[in-house]
């Protein structure tokens, strides 16, 4: 066993940064560490400076016009919180996926418990995709908000966005995309995709730390805000202010957060974000071939890899799926994610749900081929040892 960890759990963080993200939060925390846009020094100018500009590059990244429409938030729930309590109100009704994480689920659930919110879940089909011609089916004339998982943290499948966005334009319903696993791995495009907000979180495939998240906010949606503060301007008013990105920050910005996810964006601008997505799927495909080969390996969703990113769950037929992931840490230094994965109704539709969920590798940009090859040995390994208990 090597002593090095095989760090095979980026659907949940990526790990480690690109060198550039540590540098550049160390440097900019020590040089320009204060309260960004409150007062007029140079550090604080400096500061918010740097905080605008990542707005900019984030704007750019999603394809969205207005920067001041890009808002800062900690992580991707707490952006999905202020997107969902913020668009839907009392006796409202909802289209979602079953594909979704807790980060939607669980506030819509609150919202059906406490506010009468009907709540539909559009279930994925055989190969983890949803029907955009589901949508229409279910519009109903209090439906005030379509949200959905882009890119499956379980299955990896990334959904057909724009046909889902041209139905709720359409209808005039606010489509929010939860982009916390595809943001950083596939272009996402606000214009022609028809998007309302995009959700993303920074310590995923953005590169940066956690901590650090937020939603672009198209212009003309108005998510009503549910919490307020400080916001270092116009400090005489009473009410929290109306206009972005104001209206849906609060207090003082997480400074460092944004410096990480600055350098992290500029990582991937120079590498090329298809040149990362297509080498993590290449690493993918071997995977996914070498899991399929091992007797009693059981893959899901995993049959054709297109519109896919790279995150691949199996379990060892047999075996919990925890043991399987305890197994390949101890013996293999392998890290990798057990259970439901947060998003516990897709594991209800695999029928994954009775037997501890499954398995997840998530291949990231500093994984190798070397990796990959220890990875389906370790799983190999573990099958036999189910086979052998057989007998
Ligand atoms: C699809 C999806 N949505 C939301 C989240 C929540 O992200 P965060 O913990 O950064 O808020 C995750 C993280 O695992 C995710 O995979």
Excluded at 194 to 201: A, I, S
Excluded at 205 to 215: A, E, M, V
Aim: with cysteine; net charge neutral; proline share 4%.
């Amino acid at each position: 066993m090597s002593d090095k960890i095989i760090f095979l759990d980026n659907g949940a963080t990526s790990f480690p940064k690109p060198e550039e993200v540590y540098a550049f939060m160390d440097q900019f925390y020590r040089k320009y560490g204060v309260n960004p846009g409150r007062s007029g020094y140079d550090l604080c100018v400096e500061a918010g400076q740097m905080v605008e500009q990542t707005r900019k590059m984030l704007a750019a990244f999603f394809n969205h016009k207005h920067p001041d429409r890009v808002c800062f938030s900690y992580n991707s729930t707490d952006a999905l919180n202020l997107a969902i309590f913020g668009l839907v109100k009392e006796g409202d009704h909802v289209i979602t996926t079953t594909l979704e994480h807790n980060s939607v689920l669980r506030p819509l659930y609150h919202l059906g418990l406490e506010r009468r919110v009907e709540v539909d879940h559009v279930p994925f089909d055989g190969r983890g995709f949803v029907d955009p011609g589901e949508f229409p089916k279910r519009f109903k004339k209090n439906t005030s908000l379509v949200v959905i998982n882009h890119a499956s943290n379980v299955l990896g499948t990334i959904q057909p966005l724009k046909a889902i966005g041209r139905h709720c334009r359409e209808r005039g319903v606010p489509f929010v995309i939860d982009a916390s696993q595809s943001a950083g791995k596939i272009p996402i495009d606000m214009e022609d995709s028809f998007l309302d907000v995009v959700v993303f979180t920074g310590h995923k495939s953005l590169l940066g730390p956690t901590g650090i998240g937020g939603l672009a906010v198209r212009d003309g949606i108005n998510i009503r805000f549910t919490r307020a503060g400080g916001t270092g301007v116009r400090s005489a008013q009473r009410t929290h202010l109306e206009e972005y990105p104001y209206r849906l920050e609060y207090g003082t910005t997480n400074v460092v957060g944004v410096a990480g996810l600055h350098a992290g964006l500029k990582w991937i601008e120079a590498k090329g974000l298809s040149a990362i997505h297509d080498e993590e799927m290449r690493l993918t495909r071997v995977l996914r071939d070498g899991l399929a080969r091992i007797e009693g390996v059981q893959l899901y969703c995993q049959d054709d890899l297109t519109d896919h990113i790279a995150v691949l769950p199996f379990n060892v037929v047999g075996f919990e799926a925890t043991h399987t992931a305890t197994m390949l840490d101890v013996d293999y230094n392998i890290a990798s994610r057990s259970g439901l994965h947060c998003a516990p109704m897709v594991h209800e539709q695999l029928g994954t749900d009775k037997i501890g969920g499954a398995v997840r590798f998530g291949v990231g940009p500093f994984n190798t081929e070397d990796h990959i090859r220890v990875a389906i040995g370790g799983v190999k390994d573990i099958a036999e040892l189910q086979k052998k208990k057989k007998k």
